[in-house]
C-alpha cells in the first residue's frame, strides 16, 4: 500500500540513497581553507553558529498539532508567556473580585438555605462550560473556607486561572474564577465525600484553604502557590457527577460554612497537621457534630440523586472514614494527575502521534508513563506501530506530553493510536 | 603510522598544528560539501558554504566540548551556515530546475548502471520530481531528510546535528518520506508500488 509503506517507491529510494557528491577540485578548496584559517583567530565564531539549527519542540506545518480545545491547556500556554509579575497582579484582582462574590454568595446561600426542597432545575450549560476546564484555576474546596479572608493556600485559586484572563480579559476571568468556585464548591465538596475511602483509584487532588488566614497572599507567595496549583481539570463523567451533586450540594455546603461546625482554632491545628492537607473540616466533623447529619439530609432532600450516593458511601461506614477526602500529600501535591489534565495532556499530542500511524489500516496502542514530575517517562508502544518506524515516531509525539507535577513515583495512561 | 582519529585532529590543531586541520578538511570536506548542496540547490554557494564551514568550526575549536564527534559538529555549523544563506535569499530563487546540481548528484550513481537511454531520461524525470518534493518540504523536514536519507547520517549522529532527540529525528524522517511519497504519487510516480 502506498500509505502503509513509509519510503519511497523504489527508484527515488535508490536516487537519494545514491546522491554522489559531484566532483570539485577538492585540493584547492582545502587549501584555500587553510589559507584562511591561517588568519582565523581562535574564538571569532558566533555562538549562534554553534546552535542548534532548530528549536526541539519546533514545530512546522507539516506536524498537525491538536487545536486547544481545553481551557487547562490554554491556561497553562498563556502563564508560560507571563511574567511573574503579571500574574501575582492577576492573582490579586482575582482575589479581590472572588473575596465581593463570595460575600455575595452568603446571601445567596442564605436564601436557599431558608427555600422550601425542590426538584432540581436543571443548571444552565454556562457555568458548566467554566467548570469544565477549571484545570489549576479552580481547587473545588476553596468554598471551604467560608467568610474568612483568603489566605496563601487560596491563592493558587485565584493566580490559576489569571493566564485566561490574559487571553480574554483580566476582569471577566476573575469574574469566572469566582462563579467557577462558588459553583463547584458545593459540588466538588460532595465529590470528595462520595469518594470511597479504601479506592485511591478514584482519589482526586483537592486543597482547601485555611479558613482562619487573615490575610490576602502577597504576590509573592501567590506566584509560589500558583506554580504548586494542581490541575483539577474533571473528566465528562466527574461533570455529570458534579452536575448531580451540585443540585443537592447547598444544606451540605451550608452546613460547611457553619462558623460552629469550625472553630477558627481548630482549623489552623488541622492545617498545620502533616496529615492530608485537605478538608480539615471534615476531618473535624468526624465526631458526628454536624456535617455528616448535614449530609445525610442533603441527601435525603435528593432521593432520587442521592441512592447511587449511598452505595458508594454506605451508612455504616464510619464517618472518618466515609468523609475522608480525595488523597494529597503534605506537599501539596497530588497523589496522581488529575483524569482531565491527563487527558489534556495526551490530547495535545494525539494528533502528532496519529499523524505516524497515518494510512495503516489499524490503529496501535502506546502505554505512556509519566514520571512525577510531569515528565513522560517512557513510551510502549504496541500493535502494528510496534517494531516498525512509526514506533519511534509515536514514542517521540507522546513523549512531549506534560502533566502537573504528582506525588505519586509514576502515572501510566493507556493511549489507543488510530490512524 | 595508524590514521588520527578526528577527535585527534582537533586536539592537535587546537594545540596549533596547522596540518592536522588540513587533513580534518581533506577528510570531510566532500560530505559538507553533499550536505550544503542539497540544502542549498545551487553549487557555487555550496562550495563557498563548505570553504567558510571549516573557517567557522577553527574559529571555535577552543568552545568544542567533546561531547559529539567532530564532525557532527562541523555538520551543525554547515547546517547553520547553509540555513543562514538560504534565508538570506530572495523567494525567487528557490525554485529547482533541470540544471539544479543534484540531480546530477543523484544520476551520478545511477548511470553507471543504467545503459539505456530512455531509462536514463526516465531517472533525470524522477531526479527532478525527487528534488521538487524535497523542496516542497518545511525547512525543518527537508533539513532532516537530506542529512539521513542522502548524507546517511544515522538518527542518532543526526540527532546530534539538529540537537535534538532521536525520535523526533525519527518522526521527522517517516514525515518527510511520507509527504515526499505523497508528492510523487500525485504526479504519478511510484503508482505501480501502491
Known amino acids: 500500500m502506498l500509505e502503509d509503506d513509509p519510503t519511497l517507491f523504489e527508484q527515488a529510494e535508490a536516487l537519494l540513497g545514491g546522491a554522489a557528491v559531484p566532483e570539485r577540485d577538492w585540493e584547492a578548496l582545502a587549501q584555500a581553507v587553510e589559507e584562511r584559517v591561517a588568519t582565523t583567530p581562535l574564538g571569532s565564531t558566533p555562538a549562534t553558529l554553534l546552535a542548534k539549527p532548530f528549536e526541539e519542540d519546533e514545530t512546522d506545518e507539516s506536524a498537525p498539532e491538536a487545536p486547544v480545545t481545553q481551557l487547562a491547556e490554554l491556561a497553562r500556554s498563556v502563564a508560560q508567556q507571563r511574567s511573574p509579575s503579571d500574574v501575582s497582579g492577576l492573582a490579586l484582582e482575582s482575589l479581590s473580585v472572588a473575596a465581593r462574590l463570595r460575600a455575595q454568595g452568603d446571601t445567596l446561600l442564605e436564601r436557599v438555605r431558608s427555600a422550601p426542597l425542590r426538584p432540581p432545575v436543571a443548571p444552565p450549560p454556562a457555568p458548566h462550560a467554566a467548570v469544565g476546564d477549571p484545570s489549576p484555576a479552580v481547587p473545588a474546596p476553596v468554598r471551604e473556607t467560608t467568610a474568612a479572608p483568603p489566605s496563601a493556600e487560596t491563592a493558587p485559586a485565584a493566580s490559576g486561572p489569571a493566564p485566561l484572563a490574559a487571553r480574554n480579559n483580566r476582569r471577566s476571568a476573575g469574574l469566572l474564577l469566582a462563579a467557577a468556585t462558588m459553583v463547584l464548591g458545593g459540588a466538588a465538596l460532595l465529590i470528595v465525600l462520595r469518594q470511597p475511602a479504601s479506592s485511591p483509584e478514584h482519589e482526586r487532588p483537592v486543597e482547601v484553604a485555611r479558613p482562619d488566614a487573615p490575610t490576602v497572599a502577597p504576590p509573592q507567595a501567590a506566584q509560589e502557590a500558583a506554580a504548586k496549583a494542581p490541575a483539577t481539570t474533571p473528566s465528562p463523567a466527574q461533570h455529570a457527577e458534579a452536575t448531580e451533586l451540585e443540585q443537592a450540594a447547598p444544606a451540605d455546603a451550608l452546613a460547611a460554612r457553619t462558623p460552629e461546625a469550625q472553630p477558627a482554632g481548630a482549623a489552623e491545628a488541622e492545617a498545620q497537621r502533616p496529615a492530608p492537607a485537605v478538608a480539615p473540616r471534615r476531618a473535624k466533623a468526624t465526631p458526628r457534630t454536624s456535617a455528616a447529619p448535614q449530609q445525610k439530609v442533603a441527601l435525603a432532600a435528593q432521593p432520587e440523586k442521592a441512592a447511587p450516593s449511598k452505595t458508594k458511601a454506605p451508612p455504616s461506614e464510619p464517618a472518618a472514614t466515609a468523609l475522608r477526602p480525595a488523597a494529597a500529600t503534605t506537599s501539596g501535591l497530588p497523589q496522581k494527575p488529575p483524569t482531565g489534565a491527563v487527558q489534556a495532556a495526551v490530547g495535545s499530542v494525539l494528533a502528532s502521534a496519529r499523524a505516524c500511524v497515518a494510512g495503516s489500516k489499524s490503529g496501535s496502542n502506546a502505554t505512556v508513563v509519566f514520571a512525577s514530575s510531569g515528565n513522560v517517562k517512557s513510551v510502549v508502544v504496541t500493535g502494528p506501530a510496534a517494531n516498525t518506524p512509526a514506533e519511534a515516531c509515536i514514542r517521540s509525539a507522546l513523549g512531549r506530553a506534560r502533566v502537573e507535577p504528582f506525588a505519586a513515583t509514576t502515572f501510566s495512561v493507556n493511549v489507543s493510536v488510530r490512524p | ?194
Open chain 2, 1 to 194: 603510522m595508524s590514521q588520527r582519529t578526528d577527535r585527534e585532529l582537533v586536539e592537535a590543531a587546537r594545540a596549533g598544528e596547522s596540518e592536522a586541520f588540513g587533513l580534518l578538511v581533506r577528510r570531510h570536506q566532500k560530505r559538507v560539501y553533499r550536505l550544503a548542496l542539497h540544502l542549498l540547490r545551487d553549487a557555487t554557494e555550496a562550495e563557498d558554504v563548505t570553504q567558510e564551514t571549516f573557517v567557522r568550526a577553527y574559529g571555535a575549536l577552543d568552545r568544542f566540548d567533546g561531547r559529539s564527534e567532530p564532525f557532527t559538529w562541523i555538520y551543525r555549523i554547515a547546517v547553520n551556515l547553509s540555513l543562514n544563506a538560504i534565508r538570506a535569499r530572495k523567494p525567487s530563487q528557490r525554485s529547482s530546475s533541470p540544471d539544479d546540481p543534484r540531480i546530477e548528484s543523484l544520476l551520478v550513481e545511477r548511470r553507471s548502471s543504467v545503459g539505456s537511454p530512455s531509462v536514463a531520461t526516465e531517472d533525470r524525470q524522477v531526479a527532478l520530481a525527487v528534488v521538487e518534493g524535497i523542496d516542497s518540504l518545511s525547512e525543518v523536514l527537508r533539513t532532516t531528510l537530506v542529512l539521513v536519507a542522502v548524507d546517511g547520517l544515522s538518527h542518532l549522529d543526526a540527532s546530534k546535528v539538529l540537537g535534538c532527540s532521536e525520535g523526533t529525528v525519527a518522526w521527522r524522517v517517516h514525515e518527510a518520506r511520507r509527504k515526499l511519497r505523497e508528492y510523487l504519487a500525485a504526479r504519478g510516480y511510484g503508482e505501480s508500488d501502491a
